[in-house]
């Protein structure tokens, strides 16, 4: 069964560095999102994307953070200057044009000392 | 603004006791409702899913739950529950304003004594 995939599982960063979070989506899905869910809190939006653009992104998507779809496989979220609060779990999804089902993959563990 | 309330956070129950997770959420447009489970350690599974059609819908692991509309509820049940049902438990609304995004709950952790 098709699935999901992030790369790292664990990021351990130093604050005020640039990290890179990869995401490779379901093959045939064309809506992107990232969540993240600090350690015993809610999921939260980060944002979602289609047709190379940003459909909708939450408040916590500062300009710190930024998207691509570099290639036609993965999907990347990149945070420029990282933050001790944005330590948490990471989580990558897709879905298929039009339905509203979302496919969440393993995540990515940041931590930002 | 778009919300999803979860009650009882935290909740202890013995083995083959019932089970009921509230949920209500706060949207006025078309919503598609989910539940998902997330293990100690693990990533978000889907238990359910409601688009449309029959408000009770079942899940998987013996999970149900239904939509009443009228009062913006989505609650999940599950009739006889096991000790390895301990999990934290996140219902969700997918909205689409133009945008898509799924909003979650502050998620439910039920804890059941074997």
């Known amino acids: 069964e098709p699935e999901v995939t992030q790369t790292p599982s664990h990021q351990v960063t130093q604050m005020g560095q640039e990290v890179i979070l990869r995401c490779v989506p379901i093959?045939?899905?064309?809506?992107f999102y990232w969540y993240r869910q600090i350690l015993g809190q809610k999921v939260e939006f980060l944002v979602s994307f289609y047709n190379n653009e940003i459909s909708e992104k939450s408040e916590i998507f500062d300009d710190q953070f930024s998207v691509e779809r570099p290639d036609g496989s993965n999907f990347t979220l990149k945070i420029r200057s990282t933050k001790l609060e944005d330590s948490a779990m990471y989580f990558c999804?897709?879905?298929?044009?039009?339905?509203?089902?979302?496919?969440f993959g393993p995540g990515t563990r940041l931590t930002v000392l | 603004a778009q919300s999803v309330s979860q009650h009882n956070h935290h909740v202890i129950l013995s083995e083959a006791a019932s089970l009921e997770l509230g949920c209500n959420y706060s949207y006025g447009g078309t919503v598609n409702l989910f539940w998902y489970v997330q293990y100690p350690g693990q990533h978000l599974q889907l238990l359910l899913k409601y688009f449309s059609g029959d408000p009770l819908v079942k899940g998987i692991k013996g999970f149900e739950a239904e939509f009443i509309k009228s009062k913006f509820s989505f609650n999940l049940r599950k009739p006889s529950v096991q000790w390895s049902d301990t999990a934290e438990y996140f219902c969700a609304v997918y909205i689409n304003t133009g945008g898509f995004k799924t909003i979650f709950g502050a998620g439910t952790r039920p804890f059941v004594k074997a």
């Open positions: 093959s045939n899905h064309l809506y």
């Open positions: 999804a897709s879905s298929e044009p039009f339905r509203p089902e979302q496919f």
